[in-house]
């Protein structure tokens, strides 16, 4: 029996293979007549082109970075600065990947630009993280790169590491890495790089991931980790935060699978979980998985949201959802900003106060002497948020003790309104896939897409938001949807050509009918 499952299993595997040379060679012949390049050969030149280089070329630009998505946004461990790398760009007819790498100075509101010998190829859904060592430390893993006509996929596994104070780019190659993928999530615990999930697609066939791996950046080696308990299905574009304690909540995401031939399911998920090192371990590679049932205002199922995470809450912004009606499906898009404490699984939506009005006459009080005193009505004001009336219990699974709530609505349900009419200067644009960090107190956010009808807006504005106050977003760059560039597809216009010819048609009629 034995023999026959290994002899089943090669078959299987022989088969498997044989599809895909025979997919491969005919995409080359494809690509042969359209002229495109393997995108392979693409990425190996790019390298090669990187490797060039030799000087490190710092420059002050004029002009912030141009609009995109899917960029990493990161604070730096210890300078008054953000990092950007990489990011998307689609002007309806073709994407742009970017490998470009700027440090944007809080302070003096700068934008630098790095140009640094053997830098990664452009990228798009791959993932940062930061740690304080040798001066600090970038570390960039996966994500994806495609052709202008995005008619080739490329996913990467490659793990890379930029010295922020050499500004040396150095590529890590190191045995038991993760598969490539992109839209994985990834997070520093203790002296180990944690990355779960994503996906890959290479427009024949796609598969989602739900592995756990674990990169030490002292020995530097991967190990693939089996966490105990179950684990969450696959998914990409999730959310997933570390705890001051070391502990991992993740939560959200999407996935789809295939029905049938052309078919697809798609899932955007709704669950969270916890994992967590196992009691007296000190390898760092025993995890234990543990589903939590949060409480709060939640805001049920949406994608394309983006988090950051500072000390012991979670914030959320923005994402979408499908509204499905008989005639259409088209998608509800949000902007709005969400809490999520991080020790008692609550969710909170955050209510900007608004500044006070300098101009208000000041109270007047007597101190103990009887003379009278200003007070002042500006002291620093905490967060503000909107926290749901709960019918609350406590739950014990044996791992931790949890709050779980009743939610009952609160005045500050989600907008599902519509995409229209929305305030750009007191709050931001609604939009999916936007950067977002935290550096201090103060919350960041660049870029995004926002959807209107066929028409993809890569978005290009940058805001900040001081979290101790939380009294309106400052912008830096405020929202253009006017001014940016956008071509019409083929299909478009044929559609629009359509229509005109109709109405020509119908004319025409009309006019016969005039005639008889």
Known sequence: MGKQQKKKGKGIEKTSAKTEKKLTQKMKKKLALTGEDDIEDIVKQIEK?????????????????????????????????????????????E???????????????????????????????HQTVATSANKGELWIFGGEFTTKSE??????????????????????????????RSGHRMVVVKRQIIVFGGYHDNLQDYKYFNDVHAFNLDTRKWKKLEPTGTPPSPRSGCQMVSTPEGKIVIWGGYSKIKIKKDVDQGTTHTDTFLLQPEKGDETGLKWKWSIVKPGGARYGARSGVTCTFWGKKAYTFGGAADNETEEDLSAVFYNQLHSFDLHQFIWSEITLKGKKDQNKPRRRRRNKEGDGEDEDDDEEMQVEEEEPLVEEKVVEDGVFTMRVSTVQPTKNEPNTSSNTSVDTVSHPHSRINCSLVIKGHNLFMYGGVFEEGDREHTLGDFYSLDLHKCEEWKTIIPCDLQNEEWIESESEDDGEEDDDEDEDSDESENDEMENT
């Open 95 to 125: 994407t742009f990947v970017y490998n470009d790498l700027y440090i944007y100075k809080i302070a003096t509101d700068e934008w630098t630009l790095i140009k640094s010998p053997g830098a990664p190829p452009p990228r798009t859904s």
């Open 49 to 93: 082109e990187e490797q060039k280089k030799l000087q490190v070329i710092e420059k002050v630009i004029a002009t912030p970075p141009t609009r995109r998505a899917f960029c990493s946004l990161t604070a730096h461990p210890y300078k008054d600065e953000l990092i950007m790398f990489g990011g998307e760009f689609h002007n309806g007819h």
């Open 151 to 180: 008619s080739q996929f490329y996913h990467y596994k490659d793990l890379w590491l930029f010295e922020l104070e050499t500004k040396k780019w150095t590529k890590i190659d190191a045995p038991g890495a993760p598969s490539s």
